[in-house]
């Protein structure tokens, strides 16, 4: 094992971007067992052969940029489908954007025609809830 650990000195290792493309690489081959175009069963071979020139890459602070950029990504995704399934099973309330400063309005249901100020920019849109 420590054979091992003197290869991988000074290599980038296993990253989120990485395990990505494993697993990209693994929905690819379980599309390309259905399918019978020897072509088609070559596509999983492109994530598998990204995820290993990033894990055996010596240019560390290029591809931890990479991987920066991508967990970035992901965690603004993940927060906006986190956002969207609180709205959603919020029963009680209404949510509105502000046209002009893109706030998030929180209003009660039920209320019918009302006059919503934007706490942010002052303001005013008229909504029914």
């Known amino acids: 094992m420590n054979w091992l650990r003197n290869f991988m000195y000074g290599r ?12 990209l ?3 690819f081959s ?12 070559l596509i999983p071979l492109l994530p598998y052969g990204y995820a290993f020139f990033r894990v055996l890459s010596k240019n560390i602070p ?15 995704l993940k927060g906006r489908i ?4 609180i709205r959603h099973s919020d029963k009680t309330h209404k ?21 919503i100020t934007c706490p942010r ?3 005013e849109i008229t909504k029914k809830t």
């Open 95 to 115: 949510y509105y954007t502000c046209p002009s400063c893109k706030a998030s309005l929180r209003v009660p249901k039920g209320k019918g025609r009302i006059v």
């Open 121 to 123: 920019c002052k303001n």
């Open 82 to 85: 986190n956002r969207l399934k």
């Open 30 to 41: 379980v599309i390309a067992s259905f399918t019978f175009n020897p072509i088609l069963r």
């Open 62 to 76: 290029k591809r931890q940029a990479e991987n920066r950029k991508f967990i970035n990504i992901h965690y603004t």
């Open 12 to 23: 980038n290792g296993v990253d989120h971007l990485s395990v990505l493309s494993v697993v």
């Open 25 to 27: 690489g693994l929905v």
